[in-house]
T-cell receptor, first 115, second 117 residues
Framework: EAQVTQNPRYLITVTGKKLTVTCSQN?????MSWYRQDPGLGLRQIYY???????DKGDVPEGYKVSRKEKRNFPLILESPSPNQTSLYFC??????????????FGPGTRLTVL | AQKVTQAQTEISVVEKEDVTLDCVYE???????LFWYKQPPSGELVFLIR??????QNEISGRYSWNFQKSTSSFNFTITASQVVDSAVYFC??????????????FGQGTILTVHP
């Protein structure tokens, strides 16, 4: 089954304790990205990756890091989480191509609470 | 810069009523794509429809219909004869075809729809 998986699905942590949210897709997609969802703000892009070893900032990258060492994985790293990073996080992937826009597939979401 | 506005924060209707969710967008690109997603209480994002900027035909899928009007930069979503299962947050989103925005979805703030029995 084609899917994007995220782990963990739920996480409660404390300020300053480094954490990683994993994201993996099995569709051989080149493009992957992370979004955060906050009430009244919709979803906003944090980082994206066009392919292996190619990453770039989205609209709200402060406090986050990413890496893309393998095509299927795109982990989101919070080196020193703060309460304002409490949010619902989504990973997404899509194929790149020249024939129009390909559908973006979303993971199930990770609900993060930073105390 | 691209922008999507969903002015209706919350809508409450009674079952079987028709409801329209508004979406207005801004972009400088001539080629772009518009989307609607549904987020039920379980939290996942469910893709509903995609439209490209060159296709202004309205679309109907069962009780759902979409009205795309480039002249007013709007992409509105209507649910006919609403049901309790339609209760969810609905997001409108825009993606530009190229440049540094490639692949990025710009989402509206979302509209919370509650359908009462």
């Amino acid at each position: 089954e084609a899917q994007v998986t995220q782990n963990p699905r739920y996480l409660i942590t404390v300020t300053g304790k480094k954490l990683t949210v994993t994201c993996s897709q099995n569709m051989n997609h080149e493009y992957m990205s992370w979004y955060r969802q906050d009430p009244g703000l919709g979803l906003r892009q944090i980082y994206y990756s066009m392919n292996v070893e190619v990453t770039d900032k989205g609209d709200v990258p402060e406090g986050y890091k990413v890496s893309r060492k393998e095509k299927r994985n795109f982990p989101l790293i919070l080196e020193s989480p703060s309460p304002n990073q409490t949010s619902l996080y989504f990973c997404a992937s899509k194929a790149t191509g020249t024939s129009g826009y390909n559908e973006q597939f979303f993971g199930p979401g990770t609900r993060l609470t930073v105390l | 810069a691209q922008k999507v506005t969903q002015a209706q924060t919350e809508i409450s209707v009674v079952e079987k009523e028709d409801v329209t969710l508004d979406c207005v967008y801004e972009t400088r690109d001539t080629t772009y794509y518009l989307f609607w997603y549904k987020q039920p209480p379980s939290g996942e994002l469910v893709f509903l429809i995609r439209r490209n900027s060159f296709d202004e035909q309205n679309e109907i899928s069962g009780r759902y219909s979409w009205n795309f009007q480039k002249s007013t930069s709007s992409f509105n979503f209507t649910i006919t004869a609403s049901q309790v299962v339609d209760s969810a947050v609905y997001f409108c989103a825009l993606s530009e075809a190229g440049g540094t925005s490639y692949g990025k979805l710009t989402f509206g703030q979302g509209t919370i729809l509650t359908v009462h029995p």
